[in-house]
T-cell receptor, first 114, second 116 residues
Framework: DAGVIQSPRHEVTEMGQEVTLRCKPISGHDYLFWYRQTMMRGLELLIYFNNNVPIDDSGMPEDRFSAKMPNASFSTLKIQPSEPRDSAVYFC????????????FGQGTRLTVV | AQKVTQAQTEISVVEKEDVTLDCVYETRDTTYYLFWYKQPPSGELVFLIRRNSFDEQNEISGRYSWNFQKSTSSFNFTITASQVVDSAVYFCALSERQTGANNLFFGTGTRLTVIP
């Protein structure tokens, strides 16, 4: 398996623009997670899905952030409008449903909002 | 409340030295899971190990070993005979059964630099 695939790897955008990050989880995994990594806050969970359904989005910073999972093999994280403080590395991860199973991470998308 | 504490922000060792990375966790759940991940300079997060709360047996994998002690709520990671390729940020993480899924609470990480 190719692992979790994220695109793009790097994104530079201007403040106010819409940004869409994409993720393809490992085939067969039924949990998908979006994490954000910043120097100030470290790694924090934004939202996670189980069988394509959002379960907990309490980590989503504000209404400018939205995430979807239209099918088992694809998810998006959208920021509209983007702000400089959204600059971070965004990771997607997937895991099997058993509690305590390790999550496998993608290579991340480094977002820079100028 | 901080669930995972990695008090060591940065550590530098000379190649071939042993090094231990500390991790202290906090949970009220009786069933929980502990993890270590490695983040090399390339940026990806690489899974290293998982332990559950009912298994305190220490584990060794090559130059890596892990010491899980429930009495002190610690899950420390030792690298023996460190190598330059071990230079990375290492994260300890916790997941709790009561949250119902595998969402991980990460520590702030320890940056390890191995000097040749």
């Amino acid at each position: 398996d190719a692992g979790v695939i994220q695109s793009p790897r790097h994104e530079v955008t201007e403040m106010g623009q819409e940004v869409t990050l994409r993720c393809k989880p490992i085939s067969g995994h039924d949990y998908l997670f979006w994490y954000r990594q910043t120097m100030m806050r470290g790694l924090e969970l934004l939202i996670y899905f189980n069988n394509n359904v959002p379960i907990d989005d309490s980590g989503m910073p504000e209404d400018r952030f939205s995430a979807k999972m239209p099918n088992a093999s694809f998810s998006t994280l959208k920021i509209q409008p983007s702000e400089p403080r959204d600059s971070a590395v965004y990771f997607c991860a997937s895991s099997l449903g058993q509690v305590g199973t390790e999550a496998f991470f993608g290579q991340g998308t480094r977002l820079t909002v100028v | 409340a901080q669930k995972v504490t990695q008090a060591q922000t940065e550590i530098s060792v000379v190649e071939k030295e042993d090094v231990t990375l500390d991790c202290v966790y906090e949970t009220r759940d009786t069933t929980y899971y502990l993890f270590w991940y490695k983040q090399p300079p390339s940026g990806e997060l690489v899974f290293l190990i998982r332990r559950n709360s009912f298994d305190e047996q220490n584990e060794i994998s090559g130059r890596y070993s892990w010491n899980f002690q429930k009495s002190t709520s610690s899950f420390n990671f030792t690298i023996t005979a460190s190598q330059v390729v071990d230079s990375a940020v290492y994260f300890c993480a916790l997941s709790e059964r009561q949250t119902g899924a595998n969402n991980l609470f990460f520590g702030t990480g320890t940056r390890l630099t191995v000097i040749p």
